[in-house]
């Protein structure tokens, strides 16, 4: 599996099969010109939305004809299993900002887990219903999601080996959420990287549980 890092919660996945999915695009412009990161213009064979605010559901942005998924339940595309899990954009159920969807990857090699816009810790039924999890993409900026304590209770909770944090403060959003840096401290393995994209297998999977901060490509 290769993931490609465009910016804020949206990341372009390459499956085992080939199969490009494109998670949570973004609007360029929208929130009054607050979010600044370019353009996708990245074809995919799927578009799966967390949610459809502007800076995560802009599915009518991505080129070409690819199928598209909110709020996904349970869907298959070839070989690619697709599941999601129903939480809320917020501490209060969803009264304040909706739901969120948790979205699971699972191409017969990697379980891939993007947690969209989650607004809260996880309880035990959550967990178990997502299941085990190999790369965990995970918002760290608080106010209108998780920060980045309770960023790290989620983390603990999922067990993943792989842990990419998403959704914090960039030159390039003026939302009030923190920058990354806080929730890096929370992590015991981090690698910093100057590069958008990583690639993994199962056989590649670190033994001991890794952060890595990748570079926003847009």
Not at 33 to 47: C, H, L, R, S
Not at 67 to 81: M, W
């Amino acid at each position: 599996m290769r993931l490609t890092y465009f910016g804020h919660s949206s990341f372009l996945v390459e499956t085992a099969d080939g199969t490009r999915v494109i998670f949570d695009p973004y609007r360029p412009g929208s929130f009054d010109g607050a979010v600044k990161y370019g353009p996708i213009d990245e074809p995919a064979d799927v578009v799966i939305a967390s949610h459809l605010h502007d800076d995560h559901g802009a599915v009518d942005t991505i080129p070409g004809d690819p199928l598209v998924f909110v709020h996904p339940v349970a869907e298959t595309v070839g070989n690619l299993c697709i599941s999601g899990v129903e939480v809320a954009h917020d501490e209060a159920g969803g009264e304040k900002r909706g739901k969120n969807t948790i979205t699971t990857l699972d191409d017969g090699d990697i379980r891939l887990v993007h947690l969209g816009d989650l607004g809260h810790v996880l309880d035990a039924a959550t967990v178990e219903s997502i299941g085990s999890v190999d790369v965990l993409l995970i918002p760290v900026g608080g106010f209108f999601t998780i920060d980045h304590e309770e960023a790290a209770s989620v983390i603990e909770a999922l067990g993943p080996s792989i842990v990419v944090p998403m959704h914090f403060k960039t030159d390039s959003v003026d939302f009030p959420i923190a920058p990354v840096d806080q929730f890096l401290e929370t992590q015991q393995t981090v690698e910093q990287k100057d590069v958008c994209t990583l690639e993994v297998t199962h056989e590649t999977l670190p033994r001991d549980r890794t952060t890595i901060l990748l570079t926003h490509s847009r």
